[in-house]
């Protein structure tokens, strides 16, 4: 089991420019989440799929941010325009679904907007 | 919603010496809780969780656990820490959905 896959591992931006951040779960797994990782704000969630549906997004920014689940092998998180204050360690983690269920975290994908 | 208080933001212990690492949950109702490692350049992976029955949890690596709901509290310990141990400890709690809401983190330095 390859665990949770997370491309590209460093992404540096441009400010105003487009950031894609890829997340393949583990297989079987029907739960995906995001996660934005700082030195200043610790942890925060961003978003939930469960079974490809979009389930809750309460933690993501009204702005700019938007994450797809397309199929059941990946999900990708977008940010339009990048601005240095989204500079972070962005992790996604994948479980069988359900709030008994641990989650599995990927190494995380570098953001740094120049 | 639940919060998570880690109150020890730095912890340095000897190699051999016992661990403890604080962690306290606010929430209307018991929450599932969790311990995370955080190695450098690395994702988190978990340590333990807790969610009914017998308040000490075992974990990986030696580490345990122990629930406390009249303390709202999750304490994580360690008998004999190792050099390699160092890293960051995230505590976690996930209520009635599934989202985690994770402490500030504790970063251990255990030295020789």
């Known amino acids: ?114 | 919603a639940q919060s998570v208080t880690q109150p020890d933001a730095r912890v340095t212990v000897s190699e051999g010496a016992s661990l403890q690492l604080r962690c306290k949950y606010s929430s209307s109702v018991t929450p599932y809780l969790f311990w995370y490692v955080q190695y450098p350049r690395q994702g988190l992976q978990l340590l333990l969780k807790y969610y009914s029955g017998d308040p000490v949890v075992q974990g990986v690596n030696g580490f345990e656990a122990e629930f406390s709901k009249s303390n709202s509290s999750f304490h994580l310990r360690k008998a004999s820490v190792h050099w390699s141990d160092s890293a960051v400890y995230f505590c976690g709690a996930q209520g009635t959905g599934s989202k985690l809401s994770f402490g500030k983190g504790a970063k251990l330095t255990v030295s020789p």
């Open chain 1, 1 to 114: 089991n390859a665990g949770v896959i997370q491309t590209p591992r460093h992404k540096v931006t441009g400010k105003g420019q487009e950031a894609t951040l890829w997340c393949e779960p583990i297989s079987g797994h029907s739960a995906v989440f995001w996660y934005r990782q700082t030195i200043v704000q610790g942890l925060e969630f961003l978003t939930y799929f469960r079974n490809q549906a979009p389930i809750d997004d309460s933690g993501m920014p009204k702005e700019r941010f938007s994450a797809q689940m397309p199929n059941q092998s990946h999900s990708t998180l977008k940010i339009q325009s990048t601005q240095p204050q989204d500079s972070a360690v962005y992790l996604c983690a994948s479980s069988l679904g359900g709030s008994s269920y641990e989650q599995y975290f990927g190494p995380g994908t570098r953001l740094t907007v120049l």
